[in-house]
């Protein structure tokens, strides 16, 4: 990787669910318009969250959106997060069952990989109205999401814990509709995505070799 000089700003796909949508905030700017501010102010930024959507849903509408906002010559990156939908219980089991949660997570990877895109990965938050047997699934899965990231060479936050021990993110969420937090969870989300290497990543060229995952 070299450093970026400022006139090669990213343009950068946020893609997933509710939570990428940044739904409850009342400032209406989520984790991601917080950390575009922190840490890539010049970048021309999608968000394509959308309530409800879990992982199947992601990569059954990811090419065609991510592709109209991509132009030839620039730094085109993708920043992916999903999971918390697919491990709510309907019906008696996972809305998505974790081994399909993984493969639609590496045919993703893979499918970036193709287009050439800079790809980081955030973890699933908790959705606090799902209660322990939520976050036990979300424990379960998360290894599985880092692991398959650590292969693609793609940088993973891990956001899941932090959250769930969070006394703003559960507040909010339960003061709310369950789910979703208000700006002061939020807050602490984008702090997590932050520190956990966004801005680091965002500040960079990814050279052509780092696309292809070589080291």
Do not use: K
């Amino acid at each position: 990787m070299t450093i970026r000089n400022g006139d090669d700003a990213p343009r950068i796909c946020f893609l997933g669910d509710s939570f990428v949508q940044g739904l409850g905030d009342p400032e209406f700017r989520g984790w991601v318009g917080r950390v575009l501010q922190a840490a890539a102010p010049a970048a021309t930024a999608f968000n394509l969250g959308v309530r409800r959507d879990t992982s199947a849903r992601v990569r059954h509408r990811w090419r065609a959106e991510v592709e109209a906002r991509t132009a030839p010559g620039a730094d085109n990156r993708l920043v992916l997060s999903f999971g918390a939908n697919d491990a709510m219980e309907e019906d008696g089991a996972p809305r998505v069952a974790p081994d399909e949660t993984l493969r639609n997570l590496a045919a993703l990877l893979d499918g970036a990989r193709g287009l050439g895109l800079g790809v980081l990965v955030v973890g699933p938050p908790p959705v606090v109205c799902g209660g322990a047997a939520h976050r036990d699934r979300l424990r379960e899965l998360v290894p599985g999401m880092a692991g398959i990231c650590a292969t693609a060479e793609v940088p993973f936050v891990d956001v899941t814990e932090a959250l769930a021990a969070h006394p703003v993110w559960t507040a909010e969420a339960a003061a709310g509709d369950g789910a979703h937090p208000g700006a002061g969870g939020y807050v602490a989300l984008a702090d997590l995505v932050l520190a956990g290497g966004f801005r680091e990543w965002a500040g960079t060229v990814l050279t052509s070799s780092a696309l292809q995952g070589e080291s």
